[in-house]
Structure formats: C-alpha cells, structure tokens
Nanobody
Framework: QPQLVESGGGLVQPGGSLRLSCTIS????????VGWFRQAPGKEREGVSC???????YYTDSVEGRFTASRDNAKNAVYLQMNTLSPEDTGVYYC?????????????????????WGQGTLVTVSS
C-alpha cells in the first residue's frame, strides 16, 4: 500500500510563505485522490485542499486565494504552496490519499474514511 512522507514545515513569520511537499511511494498516483489536512492545537483536523483524479481542486474558505495545491503524477508528489500566512494557519499538516473518495468527500464529508496518511509536518506562524 502507499507510503506518504511530508516535508517542508517550519517556523515562518506572519505574511510569509512556505511550500510543503509530499512523496507517495508504492502506488500509482493516477489512481488516488490526494489532499492536505491540518490540525491546530486543541482543534479538530480539517481538510485544507484536496485534488481529484481529474484535477478538480477543493480549498477550504480560510485558505482560498492564499494556498495553491498541486499534484505531479509523474513524480509521485503532491505540493502545497502557502502564501500570506497568518497565526491561524499554525498546525500539523498531513498529506493524505484515498482510492475511491471524491474531492468533497475526502476533504469535507468523510475525512474519517481516508485510506492513507503521512506522518505530518509542523507549521508554526509566529512573530
């Protein structure tokens, strides 16, 4: 089954940018819905962005216009470019993949059913 590894987290000042990467091995990325989730301290995990097998992309309202998610099937990689970061963006960011869920189901309605998860990478936005 797939293995997912995130990288790129760290400390950044408000207004700054950060780029997260996720490599997915042992599975054909063409067959997966992929996405990014985050969990802030003391809060529930939420779907940040999910990308379907057809390229359709969902963003949660709080990151729309600031974050850009992308996938490169040839490189078995998923990326999240985060711009204009604020302290509210602080949290552990997880890369995830699923064999059958739609974008909306994966990021909004059925996050508890997502098949595969990475270990997470910590993003801290603070001055």
């Amino acid at each position: 089954q797939p293995q997912l590894v995130e990288s790129g987290g760290g400390l950044v000042q408000p207004g700054g940018s950060l780029r997260l990467s996720c490599t997915i091995s042992k599975f054909n990325l063409d067959h997966l819905t992929v996405g990014w989730f985050r969990q802030a301290p003391g809060k529930e995990r939420e779907g940040v962005s999910c990308i379907g097998r057809n390229g359709a992309t969902y963003y949660t309202d709080s990151v729309e216009g600031r974050f850009t998610a992308s996938r490169d099937n040839a490189k078995n990689a998923v990326y999240l470019q985060m711009n204009t970061l604020s302290p509210e963006d602080t949290g552990v960011y997880y890369c995830a993949a699923d064999r059958s869920l739609s974008v909306q189901a994966m990021c909004i309605y059925r996050t508890e059913s997502v098949d595969y998860w990475g270990q997470g990478t910590l993003v801290t936005v603070s001055s």
